[in-house]
């Protein structure tokens, strides 16, 4: 199912000046925590024997551990690095190095890495989930799109997955496709902030200012601090 592939069924004109999508709004964060948690499962197939590692690949990630805990992305990142060249079949390395690279706003050496990690744990929804965002802030749409299906494949409910590709549709202006995906994640999660705010958001694109702000005011009752409800009103208010 390629929702970016469908033509556009929708008669309404949208405005030309449609807002970017929640990946170029969001930029990554500097100071923010690691993105991506160490995965608890062990790698598939034979590369299950590599779970175990020796003692120094221990104390150097507990090393890199240690440096991103103290906000030094940089040094973690150099860390995680050497550490799945030395060991590629590490998965939490590559994790770890995925982590970093977002963190100092690298989202391609983010992609790589939770691509190599995906290789190992083919059953983490997390990893699937993070690397769509990375690539669509890397501006691979489609591929993005196949991430958050897989996610879809092994949680069928995930809505942060449905929510996010409604983003994609609405960012490529299949309108249709964004509203279907986003009136399943309101049957799932009827008060989540993130589906709410997509909503009202998606009803601005089509010009249903009034959609728009039903949806801005129950956000204003359900989760006034929201970063949604910020984001809906600017777009409303100007």
Known sequence: MNFLATPNRIGLAADPETPNAWWELDAPDAHAAPVVPVPTEQPSTAKAETAAPASPLLALFNRAEKAATNGDWQTAA???????????????????????????????????ALEHAITLYPTNPVLHSQLGVALAHSGHLERAQQAFLKVLDLEPENVDAIVSLAHLCRATKHYVEAVELLDQAHRLEPTNPNVIGAIGTCALDLGDEQGGRASYQKLLMLAPDHTETRMLGERIHG
């Not at 799945?84 to 983010?110: K, Q």
Request: glycine share 14%; charged share 10%.
């Open 78 to 112: 150099e860390l995680f690095l050497t550490m799945v060249e030395e060991n590629p079949t590490f998965g939490p390395g590559y994790v770890g190095l995925a982590s970093a690279s977002f963190a100092l706003g690298d989202v391609t050496t983010g992609a790589m």
